[in-house]
């Protein structure tokens, strides 16, 4: 009888569990359909509540922090308010800590790089040099762990093509990077369906802007 019992103990532990990860799995394809469609600072806000309402539910899923980080850091780059943007990054940048408790990896150091150049929007003059060093710091770490992930070469790019020319940036510097990051995305493929995978298009955006 025990015997049987504690069968029917594991069977429904395992049903349990198989519906948490179905509704994981289903809850997080939803938000990522709604981030790839967002647009503007209003469409991010309630994706990334959505993604920060899972990351509490699931605190040893990595994902959800980082996707909830990646809709701050795009409504950092979409705000005009230029005194609203560090405490947005702030929210970023915390969310990207936890998850890297979680997971050290080269999708969390892409972000956290995309953090500083963020920040530099702030104030290009005094902000350049500072973010833009730790910025390119956290790109070669994440290309020591992975160097075929295409978002490092996109991030790398997007640094030279709004770096001025007088520093070394421009058009001319980024295409050839804005190049290699597209030939990355044409062979990358995502571990799974939920696993990062963004930037292609803003690759194919910026290098037609440098081949104008």
Known sequence: MSRIFLTLTLFIASLSSFAQNNAYQTTMTGLMLKMNAAKS???YTP???????????EPKQWLP????????????????????IDP??????????DASVIINNDEILCLQAFCKS?????NPMARGMKYGMESA?????????????????LLQGQSAFYTPEAFGGGKAK????????????????PSD????????????????ICNK
């Open 41 to 43: 600072i209003e469409m």
């Open 47 to 57: 994706v990334a509540n959505g993604f920060e309402r899972v990351a509490n539910a």
């Open 65 to 84: 922090k980082y996707y909830a980080a990646f809709c701050y850091i795009m409504q950092a780059m979409m705000n005009p308010n230029k005194d609203q």
């Open 88 to 97: 947005i990054i702030d929210q970023a940048e915390k969310l990207l800590t």
């Open 118 to 122: 963020a920040r530099i929007g702030v």
């Open 137 to 153: 710091k956290l790109l070669e770490s994440a290309k020591a762990m992975n160097p075929e992930n295409p978002r490092i070469y």
């Open 174 to 189: 980024a295409k050839p990077i804005f190049e290699q990051a597209l030939a990355k995305y044409a062979a990358f493929k």
């Open 193 to 208: 369906e939920l696993a990062p995978n963004w930037g292609s298009e803003e690759a194919t955006r910026m290098l037609d």
